[in-house]
């Protein structure tokens, strides 16, 4: 039956293609010897595609397999997918803190701060008008972001103790940076559908932004601290830039004014501003719900360049982009795509384009999951959250899960890799932080479990 169907559309391109080009002797001849089957073609049939259009079909999709061939890795990024890692990555237990919030913890990370002086500093410096010390910042349930001293003590405070808290929203905190510039000051986004910029000295609002109609999951610092990217369920994206004017009366901290609206299909859920790079502008990447497109947008002229996530141009949507992020070794040569797919599907784009260099699977994953993801340090492996409570760690070269860490209790809402001390701090719904650290790089206890169990492993942590 499909090969008669396949015969009488032939029958009617040709037809077609004759009757367009005025060839009418031939078309006579063709009609006069293929009348028995032309007269049997039903009606019904549609009308098939003309044949140049056909034709030019099968060109573009010869073009797109060779330049498919063209775009496969480059002999950079096949030397550097060979090259193995060097086994350094977080793999231990560090720290566990349960008694910094009582509710679900939702984001967790660890940073440089400004704060006021202690008085013991005051008695040895009384011009001291600040101090920096490292913490662990957490936001949870209960609207605070509360900051804990990571390994110097602060006046009384020890370490593991929480020694700041504050409450910039009236809704629950979902992101945290801090200015490359101004270690003092930090960004917050929220449920209330505000961005807030905190002194964390005086623990005094220093700006706030109302202009998002529903939760702003995404807030984050350009690399020279001269815009801020906020990006929203309302399907919007808010760049606001430094404004020219600084003599605010609030010292030699910058404000800022919105400069552009983006509006995009869907809600923006993954957000990635680009590292510095010789090849591109300031650049952020937005992917949202209900779009098949990463977009690239330009943060100096807001001009933005799409590439489509599906492999065969399409534009079916099938995932969302739920994470994204650039590599950390080479100008952020890779872009690092985790999807809500049923599939766990990870997908490693080159940057500034639609190759896809590897896919990576095995995440227990599905519809509701918002799976978060880091790379380590060296970018020869990454880690991203299951919805078994599980962190997995990837091979970015071989495409393989090398193990787990397993603790948490309930689901991972939260994940950050500090570079500088090669650890990952992940938190969640079972109210806890958690560091994992790697004994060969970070001096540990040597009561430290070993977590990063091999791939298959039935070990799990007892706490």
């Known amino acids: 039956m ?166 910039p929203h009236d809704g629950v905190a979902l992101d945290i940076d801090f200015h490359p510039h101004h270690p003092e000051l930090m960004l917050t986004s929220a449920m209330d559908k505000s961005a807030v910029l905190t002194n964390t000295i005086t623990g005094e609002e220093h700006q706030k932004f109302k202009d998002h109609t529903k939760f702003v999951i995404r807030a984050k610092f350009a690399m020279d601290g001269n815009a801020i990217v906020t990006g929203a369920h309302d399907k919007t994206v808010n760049i606001y830039k430094v404004e020219e004017d600084q003599n605010q009366g609030n010292g030699s901290l910058p404000t800022y004014v919105l400069d552009k609206t983006l509006n995009f299909k869907g809600a923006v859920e993954g957000m990635c501003v680009l590292p510095p790079s010789k090849n591109r502008a300031p650049t952020v990447v937005i992917g949202t719900r209900d779009d098949n497109y990463l977009h690239y947008v330009d943060l100096i002229n807001y001009s933005i360049v799409k590439y489509n996530m599906n492999v065969n141009k399409d534009d079916w949507v ?106 990952l701090v992940s938190c969640g719904f079972d109210k806890v932080v958690r560091t994992w650290v790697n004994a060969s790089t970070v001096a540990t206890s040597g009561s430290a479990l070993t977590a990063l169990h091999p791939s298959g492993s039935d070990m799990a942590l007892d706490h």
């Open 2 to 167: 499909e090969a008669r169907k396949l015969i009488s559309e032939a029958h009617l391109i040709v037809q077609k293609f004759l009757e367009s080009q005025g060839y009418t002797d031939a078309l006579a001849a063709f009609l006069c010897e293929a009348a028995p089957v032309l007269e049997d073609i039903p009606k019904s049939l549609p009308t098939p595609k003309p044949l140049l259009e056909t034709l030019t079909d099968i060109r573009m999709n010869q073009l797109h397999s060779q330049l498919g061939q063209l775009n496969m890795p480059s002999e950079i990024e096949e030397q550097d997918f060979a090259t193995p890692g060097d086994n350094t990555m977080p793999n231990e237990v560090g720290s566990i803190y349960k008694n910094i919030h009582s509710v679900n913890i939702i984001f967790a990370r660890t940073a440089s701060v400004s704060v006021a002086p202690a008085w013991q500093d005051l008695e040895a410096n009384p011009e001291m008008t600040s101090k920096t010390v490292q913490a662990l910042i957490s936001a949870a349930a209960d609207r605070t972001v509360k900051f804990t001293l990571l390994d110097q003590p602060h006046g009384e405070d020890q370490p593991g103790q929480v020694f700041k808290i504050l409450q």
């Open 318 to 423: 099938s995932f969302t982009p739920m994470e994204i992020s650039a590599s950390p070794h080479n100008e952020g040569g890779y872009l690092l795509v985790s999807t809500d797919s049923p599939t766990g599907r990870q997908i490693l784009f080159r940057t500034d384009s639609a190759l896809q260099l590897f896919d990576y699977y095995g995440v227990p994953t599905d519809g509701f999951s918002t799976p978060r993801h880091v790379w380590d340090r060296s970018g020869k492996y990454f880690y991203v959250t299951g919805n078994d409570n599980k962190i997995y760690c990837f091979s970015v070269g071989t495409q393989q899960v090398v193990g787990t860490l397993d603790g948490h209790t309930s689901v991972v809402r939260g994940l950050f890799m500090d570079h500088a001390r090669n650890m």
